[in-house]
């Protein structure tokens, strides 16, 4: 089993920046990808960002590419996603999500991922 907490959301005015990290504990060993989602309300969670484990890749949706940036620390099993320029339409709830090394290694799908944190709100004032 991995765990995952995740912190550093919170409300921020259109164009201001937020970090999100989460911390994974338990079999860390087992960590293939570290991935960020979000969900809106009223709408289905979609792909933000996710990172390999190994540092051989990363990936990006098309409505945060160069304006988030996700990044680990191995030595703290901990990744990151920086925010910035951020804008109304980011607000959600942002969830971290493992894939170990059984699942699909498919980082941009939420059905590959074996484990989830519990999600912190974003929220973006215009």
């Known amino acids: 089993q991995v765990q995952l907490v995740e912190s550093g959301g919170g409300l921020v005015q259109a164009g201001g920046s937020l970090r999100l990290s989460c911390a994974a504990s338990g079999r860390t060993f087992s960590i293939n990808i570290m991935g960020w989602f979000r969900q809106a309300p009223g709408k289905e969670r979609e792909f933000v960002s996710a990172h390999i484990w190994s540092g051989l890749g990363t990936y990006y949706s098309d409505s945060v590419k160069g304006r988030f940036t996700i990044s680990i620390d191995r030595a703290k099993d901990t990744v990151y996603l920086q925010m910035n320029s951020l804008k109304p339409e980011d607000t959600a709830v942002y969830y971290c999500?493992?894939?170990?090394?059984?699942?699909?290694?498919?980082?941009?799908?939420?059905?590959?991922?074996?484990?989830w944190g519990q999600g912190t709100q974003v929220t973006v004032s215009s």
């Open positions: 999500a493992v894939q170990d090394y059984s699942g699909s290694n498919s980082p941009l799908s939420a059905s590959g991922y074996n484990y």
